[in-house]
């Protein structure tokens, strides 16, 4: 998961130089807190209970299952989280930038285009992540508000209506941005971990004994004696550490060193703290396992408690939406989604998105699991198999960048990756036992979501394909029409191709109907590179191909918006020199018809079709006035 807060970014430079000033270190330290730590900051109000219960099976749990399920907890926070992401996967960053498809991106560089099992597993990875996108406001938000229930009984009916409310206007507001509250997730959350660390302190002065917890073998001596059942307790520890993704999905925001720094000094001690506590009360009193975090503290702290709880998770799952808003716009990017309406909320934050579709997707997924699941004890058993499956990816994906991009030799590799793969593989195993108790749902919506992205990547290379095929050579085009009669009009001309080395439709469709060409004619072809931003000295190439003719080339990074126009215009210096008021941009729109003869299967040719018709208009992905556009229609059978 990743949350834009771009007014605190870090630049690359500063993260592989470490030239951060002291002050700025700190600032992306305590924002990191709020945007990285939000999620797994979250995790205490229902990890240790779910995972005592499940390890209890119904009975009261006695202090050794306590022991061990807590002693599991605390090494999945230092193997997963601290070992795996902050200490290894931080440092695998493609220019600065983490996350999934940024991964997929690093090491289909090193390993070229052709091997195909890199893109499937980036993007089996994009798509649970969907999947995980879903849940963690439903289960933040209700497993807060559950604390009302300890206030009075009476409040009981209100936990699923008051959760529904808080959630509408949360995806309400997304519109608007969140650059104006955003600075304030910071020094809320570090209030949250702070509040974590005292309710923990105070159970384990009670019962000291709690921190023989600390001794891995009590967990591997509970996952031996029980079985079935220590592995079902498994997956319900993995709970814990849901939002570990977060710290490399974050990188390019906080870098690698505030985020480490936020990490060994708040955020870990805070949970171990509070892990720890909720322990020692169980030790104590077994039956306050009904919400072992809210019993941590007195009466009179409960309504705070609550509130701040509420407010935390409110953060944690605007993190997880935002995040879906950067996912999803890389996906577009690297041709993996169709084109969707990306609107800015900021005219100066350039990370501010908001992507509608994708929010009244969120929105209605959501909805629908506070009101089907009810409880967060209901949701628990459909959490974590998709943010497994995505760790499994990472660690896949990983041996690969090590391999190849940091030049390791084979064996040395896999010695360094092996293990985690092995701990993320056990998790994953032990969240498929709760595949029957919702745990199909993310699966599911990420199936669905991986077919979706597999077909519009194959149509799309199918569409290039055919393209090529029946094109013209731009370059014997531009010798016939700088010696025919065709009549000049004043002005200039851009058409849009994805082949600039081939006569673009539109520009074949324009002179064969309309009898007439531009003063001047610019063939433009935008590309997505495998970095997520480029350089704006690297944007450009022109290359001019006769007096009236010219081929420019615009690079983007896959976490970069085309702005074309803005483009074009920066690129006087290289002798283009046109008025873009007195410029038509010329599109070619497709409509596609299915083929009898289509390499795809007919139910996927299909759907690459529907999926076509309701992409967003290439004008306003590529930023471009819509008053300038002249669109040529052409009809395709795939």
Same mark, same amino acid.
């Given at each position: ?7 605190? /970014?870090?630049?690359? /430079? ?129 497993? /807060? ?69 600390? +001794? ?19 997956? /319900? ?53 009904? +919400? ?227 003063? $001047? ?44 126009? $803005? ?22 729109? $497709? ?48």
């Amino acid at each position: 998961m990743t949350a834009h807060t771009p007014t605190l /970014a870090a630049t690359p /430079a500063h993260q592989a130089a470490g030239t951060l000033p002291r002050s700025r270190f700190l600032t992306l330290a305590l924002g990191s807190i709020g945007v990285v730590y939000g999620d797994i900051g979250t995790s205490p109000l229902y990890a240790v209970k779910e995972s005592v219960t499940a390890a209890a099976g119904g009975a009261t749990p006695t202090p050794e299952i306590v022991l061990g399920v807590l002693s599991l907890i605390l090494w999945a926070l230092v193997v997963v989280v601290t070992l795996k992401y902050v200490v290894l996967m931080l440092q695998a960053d493609n220019h600065g930038e983490g996350g999934t498809l940024t991964l997929m991106a690093l090491a289909q560089k090193a390993v070229g285009h052709g091997v195909a099992i890199i893109p499937v597993l980036g993007i089996a990875g994009a798509a649970l992540f969907y999947g995980d996108a879903m849940i963690t406001p439903a289960i933040s938000v209700l497993s /807060a508000v559950e604390g009302l229930n300890l206030v009075t009984p009476a409040f009981g009916t209100l936990v699923v209506p008051v959760s529904i409310a808080i959630l509408i206007a949360l995806f309400a507001v997304q519109s608007r941005g969140t650059a104006s509250v955003a600075v304030w997730f910071g020094p809320i959350t570090l209030v949250w971990f702070v509040a974590l660390a005292a309710g923990g302190v105070a159970q384990i002065a009670a019962e000291p004994g709690i921190l023989a917890a600390v +001794n891995p073998l009590h967990g591997a001596r509970f996952l031996r004696e029980h079985g079935l059942a220590g592995l079902v307790a498994l997956g /319900a520890v993995f709970l814990a550490v849901t939002g570990a993704e977060a710290l490399y999905a974050d990188l390019g925001h906080f870098g690698r060193g505030p985020i480490r720094a936020a990490w060994l000094a708040v955020v870990f001690p805070a949970l171990v703290l509070n892990y720890l506590g909720q322990g020692a009360l169980l030790i104590v009193r077994p039956e306050a396992l009904e +919400n072992p975090f809210f019993r941590l503290y007195p009466e009179w702290a409960l309504l705070p408690m609550v509130a701040i709880a509420t407010v935390a998770t409110i953060i944690a799952s605007q993190a997880v939406i935002t995040g879906a808003f950067s996912m999803t716009q890389q996906a577009m990017q690297l041709g993996l989604l169709p084109r969707l309406e990306v609107r800015r909320t900021s005219e100066t934050e350039k990370g501010q998105i908001y992507i509608p579709r994708v929010n009244i997707g969120l929105l209605l997924a959501v909805l629908f699991l506070v009101q089907a699941f009810r409880t967060s004890s209901g949701l628990a058993a459909a959490y974590g198999i998709a943010v497994t499956g995505t760790m499994v990816v990472t660690a896949l994906l990983a041996f690969v960048v090590v391999w190849r991009v940091w030049g390791w030799p084979r064996w040395a590799a896999a010695t360094l990756i092996l293990p985690f793969l092995v701990v993320d593989a056990l998790f994953l195993g032990a969240n498929t036992l709760k595949i029957a108790e919702g745990g199909w749902l993310p699966l599911v919506v990420g199936g669905v979501l991986l077919v979706v992205m597999l077909t519009w990547r194959r149509g799309t290379h199918l569409l290039a394909e055919r393209a090529i095929h029946g094109d013209v050579p731009l370059a014997g085009f531009v010798a016939a029409a700088e010696r025919g009669s065709a009549e000049r009009v004043p002005g200039t001309a851009v058409f849009l191709t994805g082949q600039p080395d081939n006569t673009p439709t539109a520009l074949l469709h324009n002179l064969k109907h309309n009898r007439v060409l531009h003063a $001047r004619n610019v063939v433009l072809a935008v590309e997505t590179a495998d970095a997520p931003r480029v350089d704006p000295a690297d944007r450009a190439t022109v290359t001019p191909i006769s007096e009236s003719f010219t081929v420019v080339r615009l690079v983007f990074g896959y976490m970069e918006a085309p702005d074309v126009v $803005r483009a074009l215009a920066e690129c006087r210096p290289l002798g283009l020199d046109i008025d873009l008021m007195q410029t038509s941009f010329f599109l070619s729109r $497709r409509k596609l018809k299915p083929s009898t003869r289509s390499p795809m299967p007919r139910w996927q040719d299909k759907l690459f079709i529907a999926l076509s018709r309701r992409a967003d208009d290439a004008s306003a992905w590529f930023g471009i006035p819509t008053g300038r556009v002249v669109e040529i229609g052409t009809q395709i059978v795939i």
